[in-house]
């Protein structure tokens, strides 16, 4: 209404649009790009074949992966859910925020009959709070702010309190996204026992569910700019898949002549194979159920202004629990500050910007989501919210960048065997502090990714140069630390 006004007062009324000798007065607006990120819940570095799997079968995702850059050294800003959840709707460290532990997890002095893989240990675990602050503006308020639809179905556990559910942060609708961490009632099949997410039909799959519900607010949102944010308690506890899948994969199995093998690792128990039946069921069927949503988009035709993110929270399970799955040639796994507990695989497809099927191995964290989705809608930056994030945009367009170092602070005593320990990367060199002893390890993880070989003595320059780095980090962050027991008993 505008442009005809002006061209009617200014006597153009009868001037072919042609003849104006200025085009960009008419062209359109650029249309915003809309997101797609898929979280998933303990899935272990190399637990998809396009991250080098044999056993599980993740055909959509590899299709993906093809369409996409592939982060080979992508980070959770923690090794368990919770802190790196805050950490991708902040932009902030869980040092910063003082969420360094699952919410609800044990922390100062712990309930002995609660948590009894904390107690009775030379540290008392460092306090921590259990809700992502309301004072911080996620990325989901800053894109709703700017005239985007948001919607978040799944896994939330980022608050207890009703008022720190998505609803409240940022999300105009909410599926199934509350306290917990895992499925309750009966796990992934209905009755879910969730008060955001209505019971389905008998036989109904949870994974499949949340897909459905994606869907739904994608085709009611078309026309606008949106956030989709499918956050699946998949892969998570309690081991749980479908019979067919099951049975598909016993019977994979045992042709394969597979045999499960086991190692060990500072007095813990380490799966060494991919060969877990109902595991595998549940990779498949979170596979199936993105590849519902990335298909829909197509059928669609909205999948080339939609930017699609795939990552995992934390390393795969390992260590405990059933130890489901194994994260080789990775260390350690879901609550551990080595490798296999942090190292996440990770996706990003941007249609026409970035070139599909490259490789990008510079270290990346999670963090850095919030600064880059900001970037790629054409917002501006907000750099005292996302402190701690950097735009991925020039790694995704192909330019050199190197975002500096990376950091994690785990305060805590893992149930799945980890004590409290903190750690930097700075190109290829990773250096990890034990808090209980004071030891330092040093890594180089362009030729030692396992982790096997402590460079500690031999490089001091180098170990001295990131510890030195990592206390000034403390400081900035104002990290809360560890305390020693004075009531521990060896």
Not at 218 to 236: D, E, G, R, T, W
Not at 340 to 349: A, L
Not at 367 to 379: N, Q, R, W
Request: overall charge negative; glycine content about 10%.
């Amino acid at each position: 209404m505008q442009r005809r006004t002006f061209f009617k007062s200014a006597g153009l009324a009868a001037v072919s649009l042609a003849g104006l000798g200025s085009g960009n007065l008419l062209a359109k607006p650029a249309k915003k790009p809309n997101f797609l990120f898929l979280l998933i819940d303990d899935l272990g570095w190399k637990d998809l074949g396009c991250f080098g799997s044999d056993f599980y079968e993740t055909p959509n995702i590899d299709a993906l992966c093809g369409e996409g850059i592939k982060f080979t050294d992508a980070y959770a800003a923690a090794p368990v859910c919770s802190p790196t959840r805050a950490s991708i709707m902040s932009g902030k460290y869980p040092a910063r925020l003082d969420t360094t532990e699952w919410f609800g997890g044990p922390g100062g002095e712990v309930p002995l009959e609660k948590y009894r893989w904390a107690v009775n240990k030379p540290l008392l675990t460092a306090d921590f709070k259990e809700s992502l602050p309301l004072s911080e503006l996620t990325v989901a308020e800053a894109l709703n702010q700017s005239g985007y639809s948001t919607f978040f179905a799944g896994k939330w556990h980022l608050g207890a309190e009703q008022r720190y559910w998505p609803e409240h942060q940022g999300f105009d609708i909410n599926k199934g996204g509350w306290e917990v961490g895992a499925p309750k009632g009966d796990g992934y099949f209905p009755p879910y026992d969730n008060p955001r997410l209505e019971d389905g039909p008998e036989g109904e799959h949870l994974p499949d569910r949340l897909a459905d519900e994606t869907i739904e607010f994608i085709q009611s949102n078309k026309k606008n700019p949106f956030l989709a944010f499918l956050s699946f308690y998949s892969v998570h506890t309690p081991l749980m898949a479908r019979e067919d899948l099951k049975e598909k994969y016993e019977k994979k199995r045992k042709a394969l002549g597979l045999k499960t093998e086991y190692g060990s690792d500072r007095n813990r128990n380490i799966r060494l194979t991919q060969d877990h039946a109902v595991y595998a069921g549940m990779v498949e069927a979170m596979d199936t159920a993105c590849g519902k949503v990335l298909d829909k988009l197509k059928d669609m035709n909205i999948d080339d202004n939609t930017i699609v993110f795939f990552m995992s929270d934390n390393g795969g399970l390992s260590t405990a629990k059933w130890h489901p799955t194994s994260n080789i040639p990775l260390r350690g796994g879901k609550g551990w500050i080595y490798e296999g507990g942090i190292r996440e695989p990770m996706i990003i497809k941007w249609p026409g910007e970035a070139e599909p099927g490259k490789v990008c191995k510079k270290p990346v964290i999670s963090t850095d989501f919030y600064p880059t989705i900001l970037e790629m809608a054409g917002l501006p930056a907000r750099p005292e919210q996302h402190k701690d994030g950097k735009s991925l945009v020039p790694l995704l367009k192909g330019e050199n960048m190197d975002r500096g170092p990376i950091f994690w602070h785990y305060p805590h005593y893992s149930p799945q065997g980890c004590s409290p320990a903190s750690a930097i990367r700075e190109n290829e060199w990773k250096l990890i502090l034990w808090y209980e002893d004071s030891r330092k390890e040093l890594f180089n993880l362009r030729e030692d990714i396992g982790e096997k070989n402590n460079l500690a003595d031999k490089k001091p320059e180098i170990t001295e140069r990131l510890f030195n780095k990592l206390l000034n980090w403390f400081k900035e962050v104002d990290a809360e630390m560890p305390q020693l027991n004075p009531g521990y008993k060896q």
